[in-house]
C-alpha cells in the first residue's frame, strides 16, 4: 500500500477508535515529550522525511532524552554521545533488552539471537560468539576468507574490462559469502542461482524496511498487519530464505560428524544432542533456524551496504581515494596481498573507513532496545520493558566529536601527527551488551575488501564528481546509498 494511502487511513481509524476508547497511561515519570492524541500518539509530529527528521526537531524542543508515542506506545529516545553511553553502558545490564521492529516481528518472534531477551538471549549471544570465533572471528582462517574472497572479487572486475557496472550485487556477494563460510561451512559460486536469490529477497526486504511505508506501520501496526504491504512481502522474502535453511539444516544433520564440526550449524547441532534431555533448553530448531537467519542477513547487508556507501564517496572525492592508494602502495605495495597487520601501518585508509562508517550512518535510529527492570536515568522512571531507541545517527553526527558533521572528511579520525585517533562517539556497531555480534569480522571485511580493490583499480564515474549525489534511496531502520555505476580500471 502506497504511504499516500497509509497515512488518511491510519487517520481515520485512529479517530473512530477514539470514538471508543481512552488514551492508556503510562506508568512511571517518562521524559518529556510532545503531547501524544488518544491512539494516534504523536502521528501529527512525524516528518514525511521519516522517524530521524521527526526525532531532530522534537529533540530540538525537549533535550537528549524525550519521550515520542509511535501511535499507543511510548518510546523514550536517546540523542546525543553522553545519553547514549550513560544508558548503554553506564547502566547496561538495565537497557540490555531488545525492543521491536514491527514489520520483521512475525518472522522472528523474539527468537533467535538478534530479537531475543532474557535467558535466551544471553545463552544464544554466549553460544554464537563462542562459536563464530572458533570458525574465524580473530583468528587468522577469517582473514585468509576474506583475502580469498577479494581476490575472486578482483577477478570479476577484471572481466568488466573498465565498463560501467553496478556493484551492488558483487559486494553483496563477497560479504554473503564469508558469513556463509563460517555459518554453513561453504562458500558460493557467483553464478548460483540459489544463492542470487537469497541475495535478491536480502536486498530487497533491506529497502523494504528501511521504507517509509514500514515507519507507518511501526506506528500502527496492530491494524495494517490486516492490510497488503512492505510487512507481507518482506515476510514472504524471510519465509523463503528460512526455508533453504531449514533444508542446510537437515543436510547437516545427516552428515553431522560429532568429532569434526565444520561450521555454526554443526555446533548448534551438537549443543541440540548435548542439552536433549533438558526440557528449559534454548538449544531447539526454532532458535537455530532464527539465528542463522539473523546471522545470515545482518552479516550480508550491513558490510555490503557500508561497501556501495564507501565507493560511492571515493567517486565523490577521487582525491581522497588517491591518498588511500598512496599509502597503499607504500605499506604493500602491488605484489603481496593486504593482510589485517598492514592496518596498523595505515592510518589513513583506517581513517577513510572509519569516516566512510560515520558519514554513510547505516542504521541511524538504532536498534530498539527496552529496560529490562524499572530504571532510574536522568531523574525519571523507565518502567521495565520500556522502548529505548538509541539514536546511533546523533553520535556519528555529533558536533562535539567531529569538528563538520555533515561533510565527509577522513581528518575526523587523525590526530595533528596523522595518527589514528578513536573517538567515543564512533558507534557504527552500537555498544554495551547489545553490541553487533559480528564487528569483529566486518571490521576486517571492510579494510581487506577496500585496501585490495584499490590496490588493484582505479577508480572513474560516467558522472563528474561535482554531480555525483549522496543522498540516501531510502533512510528508515536502514540507510540505503543511491544506485550509481563505477568504473574498475586495471592499475
Known amino acids: 500500500m502506497e504511504p499516500s494511502v497509509l497515512l488518511p487511513l491510519a487517520l481515520l481509524v485512529g479517530f473512530v477508535l477514539l470514538l471508543v476508547r481512552g488514551y492508556p497511561k503510562a506508568r512511571g515519570h517518562l521524559p518529556p515529550g510532545p503531547r501524544p492524541l488518544p491512539l494516534l500518539g504523536n502521528l501529527l509530529r512525524m ?4 522517524f530521524l527528521n521527526s526525532f531532530k526537531r522534537i529533540r530540538e524542543k525537549y533535550g537528549d532524552v524525550f519521550t515520542v508515542h509511535l501511535g499507543p506506545r511510548p518510546v523514550v529516545m536517546l540523542y546525543g554521545t553522553e545519553a547514549i553511553r550513560e544508558a548503554l553502558v553506564d547502566q547496561a545490564e538495565a537497557f540490555s533488552g531488545r525492543g521491536t521492529i514491527a514489520v520483521v516481528r512475525p ?61 551492488t550485487f558483487l559486494f553483496q556477494c563477497i560479504t554473503a559469502n564469508i558469513i556463509c563460510s563460517i555459518v554453513f561451512g ?47 512481502q518482506i515476510s514472504r522474502n524471510m519465509q523463503e530464505v528460512l526455508k533453504y535453511i531449514g533444508q ?6 545427516a552428515t553431522l560428524d560429532p568429532n569434526n564440526p565444520r561450521d555454526f550449524i554443526d555446533t548448534y547441532l551438537l549443543r541440540m544432542e548435548k542439552e536433549k534431555s533438558n526440557q528449559h533448553t534454548e538449544f531447539h530448531h526454532e532458535n537455530l ?3 542463522v537467519l539473523s546471522l545470515f542477513f545482518a552479516g550480508t547487508e550491513t558490510s555490503s551496504t557500508t561497501l556501495r556507501y564507501g565507493f560511492l564517496l571515493m567517486l565523490k572525492y577521487p582525491h581522497v581515494a588517491e591518498k588511500v592508494q598512496k599509502e597503499i602502495d607504500q605499506v604493500i605495495g602491488s605484489h603481496r596481498l593486504p593482510t589485517l597487520e598492514d592496518r596498523t601501518k595505515m592510518p589513513y585508509t583506517d581513517a577513510v573507513i572509519y569516516e566512510i562508517q560515520r558519514f554513510s550512518d547505516l542504521i541511524p535510529i ?19 520493558n520500556t522502548e529505548v531507541y538509541p539514536i546511533l545517527s546523533s553520535a556519528l553526527n555529533d558536533p562535539q566529536y ?10 575526523h579520525f587523525l590526530d595533528a601527527n596523522g595518527a589514528l585517533k578513536k573517538s567515543e562517539a564512533f558507534m557504527p556497531f552500537s555498544i554495551g551488551k547489545r553490541i553487533c555480534l559480528g564487528e569483529g569480522i566486518a571490521r576486517n571485511e571492510l579494510f581487506l575488501f577496500f585496501t585490495t580493490i584499490l590496490q588493484n583499480f582505479s577508480l572513474s564515474s560516467p558522472v563528474a564528481p561535482k554531480d555525483i549525489d549522496l543522498c540516501p534511496k531510502e533512510s528508515g531502520f536502514g540507510k540505503l546509498p543511491p544506485t550509481y555505476q563505477i568504473c574498475f580500471l586495471a592499475r
Open 47 to 50: 516528518d514525511r522525511g521519516g
Open 107 to 167: 518472522v522472528f518472534r523474539d527468537y533467535g539471537v538478534i530479537f531475543s531477551n532474557g535467558e535466551r538471549w544471553k545463552a544464544l549471544r554466549r553460544f554464537s560468539l563462542a562459536t563464530m570465533r572458533d570458525f574465524g572471528m580473530g583468528k587468522r582462517s577469517v582473514e585468509e576468507r576474506i583475502q580469498e574472497e577479494a581476490q575472486c572479487l578482483v577477478e570479476e572486475f577484471r572481466k568488466s574490462q573498465g565498463a560501467p557496472l553496478d556493484p
Open 186 to 232: 561453504e562458500r558460493f559460486d557467483y553464478k548460483d542461482r540459489q544463492f542470487l536469490r537469497l541475495l535478491d529477497m536480502f536486498y530487497q526486504s533491506f529497502s523494504l524496511i528501511s521504507s517509509f511505508s514500514s515507519q507507518v506501520f511501526e506506528l500502527f501496526s496492530g491494524f495494517l498487519k490486516y492490510f497488503p504491504g512492505a510487512h507481507r
Open 248 to 253: 542446510s539444516v537437515e543436510k547437516h544433520r
Open 289 to 291: 533456524l532464527i539465528s
Open 366 to 384: 538504532g536498534v530498539p532496545h527496552k529496560v529490562t527492570k524499572d530504571t532510574l536515568f536522568r531523574g525519571y522512571l523507565l518502567p521495565k
Open 402 to 411: 567531529f569538528e563538520q558533521p555533515d561533510t565527509f572528511n577522513p581528518d
